[in-house]
């Protein structure tokens, strides 16, 4: 079992995010608390269970901010997915979650998408609005441009905004074109 802490910074608004990541046999657990002054200002908790496939198995939200407290819980579900475990049908087929505020979620589709350059993934996601607390079905597109770079296509509910994506070698984000950057704390 291996237990790793990764930082991102905002590029857009003042933000930062820590994410403390195990992968053991069984699967990957992700833990992350975000602080960002954008949408007013809020804190972010997320927390990810992934099979050891990096298939998201389920993921828990809890915002803090001028409104107050709220949560959300999405869990998988056969090929479908419930939220705050309610059955959502709009959400059957959807492969992965895609949680607005971290770049940590373009992971697992990062993890299927073809090695070869000029290969693409293109598939349907629950997008969960960190800010809002919704969830919603869309649609994203990432095209292999290298073995580290990707170009990141949404092609549903942000259709048009696209942005270049450098990973590393488990495909976790270094550099996200507009909104996220992976940072080391001072030594």
């Not at 910074?9 to 003042?14: A, H, Q, S, T, Y």
């Not at 972010?44 to 949560?71: I, K, T, Y």
């Not at 048009?160 to 990973?167: N, S």
Request: negative net charge; proline residues 6%; glycine residues 10%.
């Amino acid at each position: 079992m291996s237990t790793s802490v990764l930082f991102w910074r905002r590029k857009d608004v003042e933000g930062l995010e820590r994410l403390e990541l195990t992968i053991g046999p069984d699967g990957v657990m992700a833990t992350s608390s975000v602080i960002c002054l954008g949408a007013g200002g809020f804190r972010l908790d997320h927390r990810w269970h992934l099979g050891p496939d990096w298939r998201a198995q389920s993921v828990a939200v809890e915002r803090w901010n001028a409104q107050g407290h709220g949560a959300l819980r999405l869990e998988r579900a056969g090929t479908g997915w419930r939220v705050n475990g309610t059955p959502r049908p709009d959400l059957d087929g959807a492969e992965e979650p895609d949680l607005s505020v971290t770049p940590f979620c373009n992971t697992l589709p990062i993890r299927r998408t073809p090695e070869g350059t000029g290969e693409s993934l293109t598939l349907d996601i629950a997008f969960i609005d960190g800010p809002a607390l919704t969830v919603a079905r869309s649609r994203q597109r990432y095209d292999r441009q290298g073995p580290a770079r990707l170009r990141y296509v949404d092609l549903g509910l942000s259709r048009g905004f696209e942005a270049d994506l450098v990973v590393d070698e488990a495909g976790l984000v270094l550099n996200y074109e507009h909104l996220f950057e992976r940072v080391a704390p001072p030594a």
